[in-house]
T-cell receptor
């Protein structure tokens, strides 16, 4: 069966520090991969998505970046965090053909920037 | 712009029925999704509608009217574990998901 893991689960970082969130998927090949951010009282905001190794599409201009060094690995990074980067970050995957469009989410990473 | 509207919060009684509405205005339509999200956890898939009508899955049903830009999620025989946020999302013409802010459902005994 397919599983998705992301880490760390929680982190508290000072403004201006770097960030690295990692996500891996097991049990499937060639998945579509996504990074979302969820702010309180707002809908999920798509940050990045990837349809293959090295292929990253950015949806929102910001100080975050994403990379996909391997088929089932997706990394979210920042060189210098801002206060506004605080939130709940979710990695997700979907089947490449996307028949039902179902997204499978990781456990989430709660980031607090102080 | 693209917009998904759903009530911010609803309260219902254990054992009762509740209907959570969702209206949308998007650039094209390629399906509507409902997800359940317990506090502090990731969303989990509940249902998918692409044609008009009702889809039933156990205690949960989802309805879609494309002409009205409207959907609802119906939860029957409510249980305390149904206390969660319910997220409505629409897939637009670019196959991107547009998400509502979610409806927090509070179940009282």
């Amino acid at each position: 069966s397919q599983t998705i893991h992301q880490w760390p689960a929680t982190l508290v970082q000072p403004v201006g520090s770097p960030l690295s969130l990692e996500c891996t998927v097991e049990g499937t090949s060639n998945p579509n991969l996504y990074w979302y951010r969820q702010a309180a009282g707002r809908g999920l905001q798509l940050l990045f998505y990837s349809v293959g190794i090295g292929q990253i599409s950015s949806e929102v201009p910001q100080n975050l970046s994403a990379s996909r060094p391997q088929d089932r690995q997706f990394i979210l990074s920042s060189k210098k965090l801002l206060l506004s980067d605080s939130g709940f970050y979710l990695c997700a995957w979907s089947e490449r053909e996307w028949d039902t469009g179902e997204l499978f989410f990781g456990e989430g990473s709660r980031l607090t920037v102080l | 712009g693209q917009n998904i509207d759903q009530p911010t919060e609803m309260t219902a009684t254990e054992g009762a029925i509740v209907q959570i509405n969702c209206t949308y205005q998007t650039s094209g339509f390629n399906g509507l999704f409902w997800y359940q999200q317990h506090a502090g956890e990731a969303p989990t898939f509940l249902s998918y509608n692409v044609l008009d009508g009702l889809e039933e899955k156990g205690r949960f049903s989802s309805f879609l009217s494309r002409s009205k830009g409207y959907s609802y999620l119906l939860l029957k025989e409510l249980q305390m574990k149904d206390s969660a946020s319910y997220l409505c999302a629409v897939r637009d013409s670019n196959y991107q998901l547009i998400w509502g802010a979610g409806t927090k459902l509070i179940i009282k005994p």
